[in-house]
């Protein structure tokens, strides 16, 4: 059996238990062209509550849907091209065990944010988790932001809210690296420390 978590009633201003369902479903069986992929690691992302609230760029989730978001995963049986079993992919299967997808083709650039499943390379001594931070899309959204858009330079005043979470923690420490005075903001005292 496949268990996934949905989206049991709209959410509040604060998460609740009763917000969230486990079901399980059967494990989806992978059609010509795609893979099934067992989920190893699922990241717990910022963005997931405001698209639980319906107010995320890419959109709300409905009460039944799958939690949304992104995990390294391993593909467990193949029915595309490049991909055998045993192989290491970024995915976004949402909050479930179990999932069929797509495949990248071959050459296409790596992009955290695609609906098909991609073949990674884990660098030795690297936990593959870091594939879902500061090597994946946070740390892709930091580097964008810090050293693409804003630019600091030596003696420029960087702040940066929410610096406790991996994308404002990552900026911090690329506009750091930058020369630029780093100035954190975060919810708390405890977070703070």
Known sequence: MNRRIVLARPMGPSPQP??????????????EGQVLIRVDHISLDPYIASALRGRHMSGGVAVGD????EAIGTVVESRGDGFVPGDRVLCRPGWQEFVTTGIAPAG?????LSPLAQKVAVPAGINPTALLGVLGMPGLTAWVGTVRTLRPVPGDTFVVSAATGPVGATAGQLAKRMGAR?????GGPEKCA
Do not use: H, L, R, W
């Open 18 to 31: 009763e917000d969230f369902q486990i079901e399980e479903v059967a494990i989806p069986v992978a059609a």
């Open 66 to 69: 799958v939690v949304p978001g």
């Open 108 to 112: 296409a650039p790596p992009g955290p």
């Open 182 to 186: 780093v100035v954190g903001i975060a």
